[in-house]
DNA sequence: AAACAACGTAAAGATATCTTTACATATAGT
DNA sequence: ACTATATGTAAAGATATCTTTACGTTGTTT
C-alpha cells in the first residue's frame, strides 16, 4: 500500500527568517498552537492558511509543502 | 469588516481541457460530490487536494485557487 | 535563584472537509 | 419516447482543522 502525505519545510523557513512561532502565529491570524501542530506534522494546514504562509514568506508553494508518496504508513 | 476567502477557476480550467467532474473525480480519488461542492465554492479543498488538483492540470497555483479579500461578506 | 520568552502538549469543543446513499434535472443520441 | 451521460443537491455520519484554556519544559538573562 502507498499513502500520499502532504509535508512542509515551515519551520526550516520560519527559523532562517528569525521569526518566533509566536509573532508567525499573530501575524497569521491563528494560534501559536495550531502553528506549532502544523510545523510538527500533526495536521495540515487548510488551503486558505496555507496560502497565507506562502504569502507571508513570500515563497513559492513548492519550496514550502511537498506533496509526498510513501510506502506503507 | 473584511473577509478573506479563497476562490477557484477549477470548472473554467476543467472544462476547457475537456475532462468531466466524473473523470476528475476518478483521476484524483474522491467523490464527484466533493468535486461539485468544490467547484461551486461550498469550502475549499483540503491542501492535499489542492496539491493534487494542480498537479493534475499541471498548472501554477495561483492560476487555479485565488487568496480574495473580499469587504463585509 | 528568579523571571522571562519561546516552545511543547493535551483535552474539550466548534466548524470544515469529505464520504455514502439517494434522488433529481438537463442534454444529447437512438 | 427511451436511454445514457453529466451535473446538482441534500442529509447523515466520519475525520480533519482550529480555538480556548491550561500546564509543562527549556534556555537565557539578571
Given at each position: ?64 509543502f511537498?506533496?509526498?508518496e510513501?510506502?506503507?504508513?
Amino acid at each position: 500500500m502507498s499513502v500520499i502525505a502532504v509535508i512542509n519545510h515551515i519551520r526550516e523557513i520560519r527559523r532562517k527568517k528569525g521569526i518566533t512561532q509566536i509573532k508567525m502565529a499573530e501575524d497569521l491570524q491563528v494560534t501559536r498552537q495550531t502553528m506549532n501542530a502544523i510545523e510538527k506534522n500533526k495536521y495540515n494546514p487548510s488551503l486558505e492558511l496555507a496560502l497565507k504562509i506562502i504569502a507571508y514568506f513570500e515563497m513559492p508553494i513548492e519550496q514550502v509543502f511537498i506533496l509526498e508518496e510513501e510506502d506503507d504508513e
